[in-house]
T-cell receptor, first 116, second 111 residues
């Protein structure tokens, strides 16, 4: 069974530009989560999408947004890029939250975003 | 951002030794998870714990969900070189979708 996939692997942008990152969940998973792993700051929760709706949002500015498509894949958009947005962006997926343990999150390999 | 207190920060051990790391929180969690991350890759789930007091094993790995629901530990027995990596604990509350991560424990194993 294929795991969570993310594209692109690496992305280089300049300050002020926009970045779009993509994620495909494990087959059968309906929830997608986004995390930022910046050097020295650890893994920080960004967004949670389930059944096409945004369910929760971390402490990030509105420049960070996303969406989930009918096939449950997801996009993360970062507008007006700043130097400190340089990080590894990780996507995770899970089954629907219907019982204890069904929402266990499995991560993809990440997209390395570099802002120059 | 919010983080769990994970210790130790790093460990350099001899192959064959046992390893222990733990996480503590000021908040209660419904789920505790342990992940391993290697360079250039995403975190890989090692063990998931869903009930206070639960003790779960996965091969040479054993983890426990603390009775107070505010802590968890991970033990690795008889370490081998491929155990090298960064180990993260993560706690999850009820229906938030949000994992709170520890700072990570970097493990190095000397053959």
């Amino acid at each position: 069974e294929a795991g969570v996939t993310q594209s692109p692997t690496h992305l280089i942008k300049t300050r002020g530009q926009q970045a779009t990152l993509r994620c495909s969940p494990i087959s059968g998973h309906t929830s997608v989560y986004w995390y930022q792993q910046a050097l020295g700051l650890g893994l920080q929760f960004l967004l949670w999408y389930d059944e096409g709706e945004e369910r929760n949002r971390g402490n990030f500015p509105p420049r960070f947004s996303g969406r989930q498509f009918p096939n449950y894949s997801s996009e993360l958009n970062v507008n007006a890029l700043e130097l400190e947005d340089s990080a590894l962006y990780l996507c995770a997926s899970s089954l629907a939250v219907i019982a204890v343990g069904t929402d266990t999150q499995y991560f993809g390999p990440g997209t390395r975003l570099t802002v120059l | 951002g919010q983080q769990l207190n994970q210790s130790p920060q790093s460990m350099f051990i001899q192959e064959g030794e046992d390893v222990s790391m733990n996480c503590t929180s000021s908040s209660i969690f419904n789920t505790w998870l342990w992940y391993k991350q290697e360079p250039g890759e995403g975190p890989v789930l090692l063990i998931a714990l869903y009930k206070a007091g639960e003790l779960t094993s996965n091969g040479r790995l054993t983890a426990q969900f603390g009775i107070t629901r505010k802590d968890s530990f991970l033990n690795i027995s008889a370490s081998i070189p491929s155990d090298v990596g960064i180990y993260f604990c993560a706690g999850q509350g009820s229906n938030t979708g949000k994992l709170i991560f520890g700072q990570g424990t970097t493990l190095q194993v000397k053959p």
